[in-house]
């Protein structure tokens, strides 16, 4: 019998075998449109890159590994991965939301399929009774975001599926923020997992991708044909980058970890920062979920320097953490949600979830993390 595989192995090993013609290490980059032929009705199981393509079959059988599901199905971006969800429902169908979602999500519900006649309701999932008294006849999934963006707020995975499946509703869960090593939906009960592959995952901010993993046969039949029908699949190339960036996965998320800790911590003692969010300080309101659900508590730091007015001041003396949009790369990226990341959802959505403009996220990077807090001090310091 094969022995289990830990984490790390499966990362580096997982569909990227040795090439079998070559002996390549690496995984080949497949740069084809179409694929030869032996004779009419006969092929090596490749026809047409829009269907599939070897490089990101392996992609998938990885991803697929790491999230123990039983396939995935990769797509050009995170939003395209959770736009192909959708596309396995129809009008009249009732979708049940976390309220604080990256603000793509909404805009991608609100302004176009909700044209479509799809229904759409936001609730604070981190309570599982919202969950469960928004539940509908017509609901057919629960999208739930954990860790929040960018407040941190935690959705207890566990509870939220259970109450689901007595009621035949699919769950699905973007893990983006905690990568499948310190997250595990699918073990929790989620029936499909969701990621934008350009955070940690590639880890180096140079490819965008999304992946939906799935863990029945249907789903992953469905995906797979509007991949083929729509499109909006990942390139050769920046499938390559994902299974480049995922061998150091482990490592990378290991030392995240540690400098998120460090910062987190820093940020909390500050007294230029108002409020820390944060999962792996104690007064987290669910520091207790943190612990019990996940197994690290990742990079992903929001904090709150008082007005716009601070926050532009500090933003404009960072020089170490990069100013941008995105998260998950080796280097420290921050960012202003109001202003970037939740721009779309508007003044009024901002304050019903509590994004004020005084808020700044961090994604911690893997750099020395004295020169990471030295420089979010001297940054401070314009305050």
């Not at 936001?122 to 928004?134: I, L, P, Q, W």
């Not at 820093?266 to 659900?293: N, S």
């Not at 998260?327 to 508007?346: D, N």
């Not at 304050?351 to 996220?361: A, H, L």
Request: with cysteine.
């Amino acid at each position: 019998m094969k022995p289990k595989s830990g984490f790390a192995t499966r990362a580096i090993h997982a569909g990227q075998e040795p090439d079998q013609e070559t002996g390549a290490v690496t995984v080949p980059i497949y740069a084809t449109s179409t694929y030869v032929q032996q004779e009419l009705g006969k092929h090596k199981g490749y026809e047409y890159a829009r269907v599939s393509n070897p490089t990101r079959t392996r992609l998938e059988e990885n991803l697929t590994a790491l999230e123990g599901g039983t396939s995935s199905r990769v797509f050009a971006s995170g939003m395209a991965a959770i736009n192909a969800i959708c596309t396995m429902f129809k009008s009249g169908d009732h979708v049940v939301c976390g309220h604080n979602l990256y603000g793509g999500v909404p805009r991608l519900f609100n302004q176009i399929l909700a044209d479509f006649g799809m229904e759409f309701t936001y609730v604070d999932t981190s309570d599982v009774r919202n969950v469960e008294r928004a539940l509908r006849k017509n609901t057919r999934m629960v999208y739930v975001e954990t860790p929040t963006n960018p407040l941190m707020a935690l959705s207890d995975i566990e509870a939220i599926s259970k109450v689901c499946h007595r009621k035949r509703v699919d769950v699905v869960v973007d893990n983006t923020f905690m990568s499948p090593y310190f997250q595990q939906p699918i073990a929790l009960g989620a029936d499909m997992v969701v990621h934008s592959t350009t955070k940690f995952l590639n880890g180096h901010s140079d490819g965008l991708g999304g992946v939906v993993v799935c863990t029945t046969r249907e789903q992953a039949d469905k995906l797979a044909f509007v991949q083929k029908a729509a499109g909006a699949i990942l390139s050769p190339f920046e499938c390559w980058l994902v299974l480049r960036g995922v061998k150091t996965l482990a490592v990378r998320m290991e030392q995240h970890d540690r400098n998120g800790r460090f910062v987190a911590e820093f940020l909390a003692r500050h007294k230029k920062v108002r409020k820390v969010f944060y999962p792996g300080l104690p007064d987290h309101p669910q520091y207790q979920l943190a612990q019990r659900q996940m197994t690290g508590f990742g990079a992903m730091i929001s904090f709150e320097t008082g007005s716009l007015s601070n926050a532009k001041k500090m933003l404009k003396k960072v020089v170490v953490c990069a100013l941008g949009e995105s998260l998950g790369g080796v280097e420290t990226l921050i960012s202003h949600p109001a202003s970037m990341t939740h721009a779309a959802v508007g003044e009024k959505g901002r304050k019903e979830i509590g994004i004020t403009d005084g808020m700044v996220r961090i994604s911690v990077g893997i750099e020395n993390v004295e020169d990471i807090i030295a420089d979010l001090d001297q940054a401070l310091a314009a305050i």
